[in-house]
């Protein structure tokens, strides 16, 4: 490893349904990162968001971390992982602690929030995340930052991520086979979120759906805190196996159809526009009108973005979505998709609410070789390098050391999840 480097190193890896992505960084300061490497490999290995088959995971990764190795010019040891999958489930809970010192301290919001923990979760489950939302002390107003304040009793609202112990055992061990250590696993749309949205944006209120290949990953902030996620294991996979089966071509043919010529919101296609597919049994080329395409795709995307609008209006968490909404991962990019979201957030809101701004969310690195990083594919990657700089902040390595250690370190992880 170039030594100049080596402890200012940080890497990620974003082990999605369609492509593993490793990117290399160089820590510049406490909240920059220069991306100095950059490597992709297509991914088969992998359902809904989840390792189904080892060996071609195992393949997959590999191939990223050569290439990442090659264009950086370091060895890469450890990095941090992103995890998703319809089995990530979230709750709420609450906790409570009496505040030793007279004013809070961190180890009182350390405590605070292990007593947070004592809530049943999903059997099988594991904690993969503790986020707080808000505090209160001896009752009074919510405050977001409570350190140093007096009180006699410190509360803590927190929004608890829980994933499948099996399916995070698979993914580490994936990455470990592959020959990296995994530093901490990270919900990939809290990474994603990192990324293309603004401090300003988190304070007012926003919603983010990050739609891949094998999950819609939606995560809700206000006042700069986390309000709600939910992952959906529908997503762009799912319009190209609609395309193929609706139009009874090769999935091939079908996802480049998707890329070229798809469209989710029919208003946006002019009659009589068609396009030529492959059928699928060699029988020569046809014709497709554009809106027969739309006819296929608009349902599924309507459903996508009907489930994560819904359940955010059953919950009222609507209004908190003042700053509008922002669609990342690669199946954003599928044309009219800001312009459904916008109409189907009306009607589920009601016709007299003002319109929400939606728009697409790019990852903005800002030094490095960042024109490479132009896509919402990248969102998860590079929010992973931003959440390892946080961590390291924090002096965390989740998985590291003796276990009593490593609770500690959960703990401390948590609190980097806070500040
Ligand atoms: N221009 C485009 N138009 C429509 N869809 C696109 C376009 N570019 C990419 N996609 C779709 O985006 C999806 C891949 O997105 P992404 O790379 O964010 O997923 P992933 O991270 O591999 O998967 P996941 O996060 O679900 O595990 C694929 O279904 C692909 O077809
Ligand atoms: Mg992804």
Redesign the pocket.
Known sequence: MASVFSDRLIVSI?V????ICVLVAQQLDDEHVELIGIGKAY?DG?KK?VVVDIARTVNSIKNALKEAELTSGVTIESAYVGI?GGHIKSLNSQGMVAIKGGSVRPLDIANALEAAKATPIPEGHYMLHILPQYFTIDGSERVQDPLGMHGLRLEVQAHIITGAIASAQNLIKCVEMAGVKVQDIIL?QLASADAVLSADERELGIGML??????S?FALYQNGSIRHTMVLPV???H??NDIAIGLRTTRAEA?RI??EF?CAYAPLIHENSSFLIEMVQGSGKQTVQRLDLVAILQPRATEILSIVFQDIAHRGLMPMMSAGFVLT???S???GMPELANNILASVRGEHSRNMPVRIGYPKPQVGIIESLDS??YA?GYGLLLQGLKKRRHNIDSFSGPSVKRVLMRMKSWIADFF
């Open positions: 974003d999605g349904t369609t492509k991914s992998l968001g998703s990939e990050d739609i891949g290949g094998g999950t990953d997503a762009g996979n319009f190209t996802e998707k890329k798809g991962g690669g199946g990019l599928l044309q919402p594919i998860t």
